[in-house]
């Protein structure tokens, strides 16, 4: 059974950083590219962050690129993003999961369902 389960939110200042990681189980986490999203209420799920299946090559949002840093250890089955310089507008509960990278925006990949719960993201002005 596919699983995720992400950790790692906290509540922060504008400015701070924070890790977040994720541990999937249940399929070859090895042969997917993995990705970050995040949904504060009311708004859309985002796509913030997309890692290639080697780790080789990492793409971002215009809204976190320069800031954000995603990697992943394909040994442990984990995914993690750095989190710098933080800002208010990053509140949202974040999310991993299978990631499609386009030239504009970063999507789920079509065949991935099993969300988890999520890390929430608090950051205070």
């Known amino acids: 059974q596919v699983q995720v389960a992400e950790s790692g939110g906290d509540l922060v200042q504008a400015g701070g950083s924070l890790r977040l990681s994720c541990i999937a189980s249940?399929?070859?986490?090895?042969?997917?590219?993995m990705g970050w999203f995040r949904q504060s209420p009311g708004k859309e799920r985002e796509g913030v962050a997309c890692?290639?299946?080697?780790?080789?090559?990492?793409f971002y949002s215009d809204s976190v690129k320069d800031r954000f840093i995603i990697s992943r250890d394909n040994a442990e089955n984990r995914l993690y993003l750095q989190m710098n310089s933080l800002k208010p507008e990053d509140t949202a509960m974040y999310y991993c999961?299978?990631?499609?990278?386009?030239?504009?925006?970063?999507?789920?990949?079509?065949?991935?369902?099993?969300w988890g719960h999520g890390t929430q993201v608090t950051v205070s002005s």
């Open positions: 999961g299978a990631c499609v990278a386009l030239p504009s925006t970063i999507l789920p990949a079509s065949d991935f369902h099993n």
């Open positions: 249940g399929f070859t986490f090895s042969g997917r590219a």
């Open positions: 890692i290639t299946a080697s780790g080789g090559r990492g």
